[in-house]
């Protein structure tokens, strides 16, 4: 069993920052893909940003030169820091993991977790 924890959501106001971190943890041989997708009330989940286990990074042209997504290998931890926030980044953002649960396969099953509230109001 593989578990995927956020934490760090909460309220800020526009123009401010917040940091949202998330661990992986259980049966883990490797992790590629980390990442952070987010979700509004009708929306599709969407695509914040990901980072894979060598260090490579892909972002949402919405998010480009405000957030920077991070990880620690070592600890299965990626983090994600968010600058100038904006109203439209209100929404409940949500961590995934693509986790190796078996030695003998290179095969990665995509694990998510609970999601965390994130608005941003004045």
């Known amino acids: 069993q593989v578990q995927v924890v956020e934490s760090g959501g909460g309220l800020v106001q526009p123009g401010g920052s917040l940091r949202l971190d998330c661990a992986a943890s259980?049966?883990?041989?490797?992790?590629?893909?980390m990442g952070w997708y987010r979700q509004t009330p009708g929306k599709q989940r969407e695509l914040v940003a990901q980072?894979?286990?060598?260090?490579?990074?892909n972002y949402a042209d919405s998010v480009k030169g405000r957030f920077t997504i991070s990880r620690d290998n070592a600890k299965n931890t990626v983090a994600l820091q968010m600058n100038s926030l904006k109203p439209e980044d209100t929404a409940v953002y949500y961590c995934?993991?693509?986790?190796?649960?078996?030695?003998?396969?290179?095969?990665?099953?995509?694990?998510w977790g609970q999601g965390t509230q994130v608005t941003v109001s004045s």
């Open positions: 259980g049966s883990i041989v490797s992790i590629n893909t």
């Open positions: 995934n993991a693509d986790v190796q649960i078996n030695r003998f396969w290179t095969t990665f099953q995509r694990y």
């Open positions: 980072i894979i286990s060598d260090g490579t990074t």
